[in-house]
């Protein structure tokens, strides 16, 4: 089975008119630190254009993302200090799930793996998504991240949560619909 392209979302954040864009983001921005997330969103910088149209892709499905340069554009990626690393963890606190956006440079990220930790440790409620320009696996040498489900589309481009060995069977019908349910 394949795996959602880059070009995917980025099609699909193309349909949401920019003003429903920066509404959806003007809801979120500045939220108060105990505000809480259906989804926090991991993911490498480098992979930042695909993650924001994952991010209201989401949104338009009703769900609340956190996603840091949009809830928080303040945080400064260049001066990280230890309010940063708080404020983050107060974040994936108030997360119902983590979703993992697994590309060829997570790898090199420093807090995607500690995010993750946190928030399995909290919720268990994490799950790794591919996010690759060819919707083809990343073989990141991360042996644990095998052990969390994967968000993959169905024949119809609906996200389903698959478990590892049951690729041909979903564990639940709808990754929206169950996040929505927690």
């Not at 989401?58 to 769900?63: A, E, M, P, S, Y």
């Not at 340069?69 to 708080?86: L, S, Y």
């Not at 040498?141 to 994967?150: A, G, I, K, Q």
Request: one cysteine or more.
């Amino acid at each position: 089975m394949e795996f959602f392209s880059e070009q995917f979302f980025l099609d699909q954040a193309r349909q949401i008119p920019l003003y429903e864009q920066r509404e959806f983001s003007t809801r979120v921005r500045d939220s108060r630190a105990d505000a809480k997330f259906d989804v926090f969103l991991s993911y490498n910088i480098k992979n930042i254009e695909a993650v924001k149209a994952i991010y209201f892709f989401l949104t338009k499905k009703g769900l609340k993302v956190y996603l840091d340069c949009i809830v928080d554009p303040d945080m400064q990626r260049d001066n990280c200090e230890k309010t940063t690393a708080q404020r983050i963890h107060n974040r994936l606190m108030n997360s119902k799930s983590l979703l993992y956006a697994q590309s060829p440079s997570a790898g090199q990220s420093n807090w995607m793996p500690w995010e993750l930790g946190v928030v399995d440790g909290h919720t268990h409620k994490c799950f790794i998504m591919p996010v690759t320009s060819d919707a083809k696996q990343v073989t990141p040498r991360r042996e644990y991240l095998s052990l969390y489900p994967y968000v993959k589309p169905d024949t119809c481009n609906i996200m389903k949560i698959f478990s590892e060995g049951s690729e041909a069977r979903p564990i639940m019908t709808d990754f929206v619909q169950y996040i929505k349910g927690l």
